[in-house]
Nanobody, 126 residues
Framework: VQLQASGGGLVQAGGSLRLSCAPS???????MGWFRQAPEKKREFVAAITWTGSSIYHTDSLKGRFTISREIGKNTVYLQMDSLKPEDTAVYYC?????????????????????WGHGTQVTVSS
């Protein structure tokens, strides 16, 4: 299974981008998530959503600006990013989890994911 992320690019501060991610084949996942890694920083959790979209979890610092959603018919997960800031500059990774958890909080840990995409670069200029 390969995850194909797209939608990254260069945007001015205050602008918006929407990232998309879809697996290359048919696979059932309990959740999908987004992480990001800025230069010389550790990878950090951004948001996760369960298969049905019934549970969504965003990291507190990004709530209100970033929104994760899922289109089940297309098996695609999106990350809508608004009011972008230069500090949002990073490589954004989508990931897929085959693990079932009772609470979406568990999906904030990278170890809970089984497949990862190659990442898409997001650069926010000031």
């Amino acid at each position: 299974v390969q995850l194909q992320a797209s939608g990254g690019g260069l945007v001015q501060a205050g602008g918006s981008l929407r990232l998309s991610c879809a697996p290359s084949g048919r696979i059932f996942s309990y959740a999908m998530g987004w992480f990001r890694q800025a230069p010389e920083k550790k990878r950090e959790f951004v948001a996760a959503i369960t298969w049905t979209g019934s549970s969504i979890y965003h990291t507190d610092s990004l709530k209100g600006r970033f929104t994760i959603s899922r289109e089940i018919g297309k098996n695609t997960v999106y990350l809508q990013m608004d009011s972008l800031k230069p500090e949002d500059t990073a490589v954004y990774y989508c990931a897929l989890s085959l693990k079932r958890h009772s609470a979406p909080l568990y999906y904030s840990e990278s170890d809970e994911y089984d497949y990862w995409g190659h990442g898409t670069q997001v650069t926010v200029s000031s």
